[in-house]
């Protein structure tokens, strides 16, 4: 997702829910360690299962509320809203709802979730469990 010498930072504790029925809706939660000057400009959300993109939305500057680091960044978009709050110890909790989404019919066992904030990119692999009902669950 980043450039050519950008790095790729873990996601911590990354699930990730989804309710298949009607307009669907998707929940992914997870931790950053977002570096210290790193703009947090812009952000966008890719996740990939082996049937292809399940959710893949950019987003332009960050509702934001503070300084340099702020407490809280907030992007939002049509159909989504990704939002970052601040951790002690310089980590932020993100939390990325998306309506709308359509799994069709094929529920695979892994997706690939990337989160890009800025210039920073970061990536995990969530294993999903069998459906029950109409809803996924995932976990890294």
């Known amino acids: 997702m980043g450039g050519e010498d950008a790095t790729c930072e873990p996601i911590f504790v990354s699930r990730l829910k989804v309710r298949m029925r009607g307009h669907g809706r998707l929940l992914w939660k ?17 996740l990939v299962n082996a049937a292809g993109v399940v959710v893949d939305t950019a987003m332009g500057n960050a509702i934001r509320r503070g300084g340099p680091r702020p407490r809280q960044l907030r992007y939002r978009s049509d159909r989504a809203l990704i939002t970052l709050r601040a951790s002690p110890g310089g980590s932020y909790r993100v939390r990325v709802a998306v309506r709308g989404v359509d799994l069709g019919g094929s529920v695979v066992p892994l997706i690939s979730a ?4 800025g210039g ?10 069998h459906p029950r009902g109409r809803r996924l669950r995932c976990a890294s």
Not at 30 to 38: N, Q
Not at 120 to 129: E, M, R
């Open 30 to 46: 997870g931790a950053i360690d977002l570096p210290d000057g790193v703009p947090p400009s812009a952000a966008r959300v890719l």
């Open 114 to 117: 990337n989160l890009q904030v």
């Open 120 to 129: 920073a990119s970061f990536a995990d692999s969530l294993s999903c469990s």
